[in-house]
């Protein structure tokens, strides 16, 4: 008997970036390569309210985002941030789909929620969402529910750091609910890291049973596939790249603080998303002078994203707080040494005794400007290119999925 499994995200998949959306993506490729005859698969765009049924690889071509081309420097809108929530999907059509899957109504093709074919099995969201959620108390209980956090601390947190309070205090109480909701109801809970646990539990002041705790690390892809037609990335001198959205958290304006009182020639290309926060990072650039030194680049598709990281000297990832950052597994992943925080996932990613981790700006520069450290770069880099391979790949996530979904059925 094949085992049913629908994973489940709010909005669409995305092969770029980081984020619950690109790991489900993740895990639908690997879940799709590996299962087989085991695994009957859906995708269910909960923002959308559609089940699709997936038979191969090439079914997900159409559910990808668009990616990097075009990115909006005035970052996210906040009235459109709230439009967008309010625009969930009616309650009683979330309901409806999910009664159907647990008794099992039937129907064909990609599927509204009233019509969805998924019998018993598992349903397995990825993030939170606040519209429907409630009803997930109405499906059977041989329903099962896998819910995996990726965010720091909640949705809520992450929202107030972006935000303030007041906007969380309007529009948290919904997410709020939803989270307790997925806490009453889901046989399994997984997070990333036990940083990110902690970090989810110190924020919340909710404690997650441990019976129904599971800590699963994300796992990617070999980068190096992506790669493969490219000729032999040479590391330039003085390059250092940071993937990342341009938020308080990610650190990058202390890195700012540290790469100005470098002293050897040096550049820094930062690739992530725009956000409101952008024109004070710009700031910064003018106020240290270091204008023809630094680039925000904004998103750019995987591959050229991947190339910038190989082409790096060494790649800063320093962010305030780290849950399982998929782009500090690409950079492990082609070997490159990273200049890192010893914080929450990056510690657990890296190992408690990583050479390069950085605590502080002057730090920082004393790394990139110390000759001694090119020795330390190359074993570091070889180091994480090693621990990538032995534990992070996309296919040792894969089976450590499979084998809770087997465990619950």
């Known amino acids: 008997m094949r085992l049913n499994v629908a994973i489940g995200t709010w909005g669409p998949l995305r092969s770029n970036s980081g984020g619950p959306n690109r790991v489900a993506y993740d895990l639908l490729r690997g879940l799709l390569s590996v299962g087989g005859r085991r695994l009957q698969l859906h995708f269910v765009d909960v923002g959308k309210g559609v089940v699709h049924a ?45 009664v159907g899957l647990a008794y099992g109504v039937r129907g064909s093709g990609p ?75 889901a046989d399994r809970i997984i997070f990333p890291s036990r940083g990110a646990l902690k970090l989810f539990e110190d924020y919340t002041g909710w404690t997650i049973p441990s019976g129904r705790l599971r800590i699963i690390h994300n796992g990617i892809e070999d980068p190096l596939h992506a790669l493969l037609d490219c000729s032999p990335s040479v590391p330039e001198r ?63 598709p995987r591959r050229e994203t991947l190339a910038w990281v190989a082409r790096s000297e060494a790649v800063i990832h320093a962010p305030r707080v780290a849950v399982f950052d998929l782009a500090l597994l690409e950079a492990m992943a082609l070997s490159k040494p990273v200049l890192a925080t010893p914080v929450g996932g990056n510690v657990e990613a890296l190992g408690e005794g990583y050479p390069l981790f950085v605590r502080a700006p002057e730090q920082l520069a004393r790394f990139i400007d110390d000759e001694g450290s090119m020795d330390l770069f190359a074993s570091a880099g070889e180091g994480n290119r090693k621990r990538f391979v032995g534990e992070y790949t996309l296919s040792a996530m894969v089976e450590r999925y499979l084998s809770l979904y087997e465990e619950l059925c």
Not at 82 to 96: G, N, Q, T
């Open 111 to 185: 599927s509204s929620f009233s019509g969805c074919w998924f019998e018993s099995g598992i349903l397995h969201l990825h993030g939170i969402g606040w519209r429907g959620i409630s009803s997930l108390l109405a499906l059977d209980r041989r329903q099962k529910i896998v819910w995996t956090e990726h965010s720091k601390g909640s949705a809520l947190r992450e929202w107030e750091m972006l935000y303030g309070t007041s906007f969380v205090k309007v529009w948290g109480a919904k997410v709020k609910d939803a989270y307790e909701v997925l806490l009453q109801r």
């Open 238 to 300: 003085g390059l250092f790249v940071t993937v990342a959205q341009h938020v308080p958290e990610k650190g990058l304006d202390w890195v700012l603080e540290g790469l100005a009182l470098v002293k050897r020639p040096w550049r820094w290309v930062v690739v992530g998303e725009f956000t409101p926060w952008t024109a004070y990072l710009e700031g910064l650039v003018r106020r240290y002078r270091l204008e023809s030194n630094v680039s925000f680049v904004g998103p750019l």
């Open 54 to 98: 997936l038979h191969g690889l090439d079914d997900l071509a159409g559910f990808l985002s668009q990616e990097g081309s075009g990115a909006n420097r005035s970052g996210l809108n906040v009235s459109s941030f709230v439009k967008f929530w309010i625009a969930r999907m009616p309650e009683e059509r979330l309901r409806s789909f999910l």
